[in-house]
Nanobody, 126 residues
Framework: QVQLVESGGGSGQAGGSLRLSCAAS????????MTWFRQAPGKEREGVAA???????HYADSVKGRFTISQDNGKNTLYLQLNSLKPEDTAMYYC????????????????????WGHGTLVTVSS
């Protein structure tokens, strides 16, 4: 089992930047797609950015060109750089370890997620 702990959330102004971190511990040698999800008030949780074991990255259309996902394997830490923030980016952000699969789009599959972090809140004001 892998354990995930997010940090780095907070308040930002529209147009500003934030960086989220997700520290992983436990069975980190397993093959996972590491995914950032977010859930805004009154909305369903959605995938935002993901990075596969081979380093391939995926982004939701709403954040493409503004957010960047990366990882430091030596530190077992996942990052999400949020630039050009918009008020609609306000949400609880969660990192997740999604079990590797050959199914296209598996990184967004919340049903096959082995571990979730507790979440970190991002609030963007206009």
């Amino acid at each position: 089992q892998v354990q995930l702990v997010e940090s780095g959330g907070g308040s930002g102004q529209a147009g500003g930047s934030l960086r989220l971190s997700c520290a992983a511990s436990g069975h980190t040698n397993s093959r996972y797609c590491m995914t950032w999800f977010r859930q805004a008030p009154g909305k369903e949780r959605e995938g935002v950015a993901a990075i596969e074991p081979d380093g391939t990255t995926h982004y939701a259309d709403s954040v493409k060109g503004r957010f960047t996902i990366s990882q430091d394997n030596g530190k077992n830490t996942l990052y999400l750089q949020l630039n050009s923030l918009k008020p609609e980016d306000t949400a609880m952000y969660y990192c997740a370890a999604v079990s590797f699969s050959w199914v296209r789009g598996y990184c967004w599959d919340q049903m096959h997620t082995d571990a979730w972090g507790h979440g970190t809140l991002v609030t963007v004001s206009s």
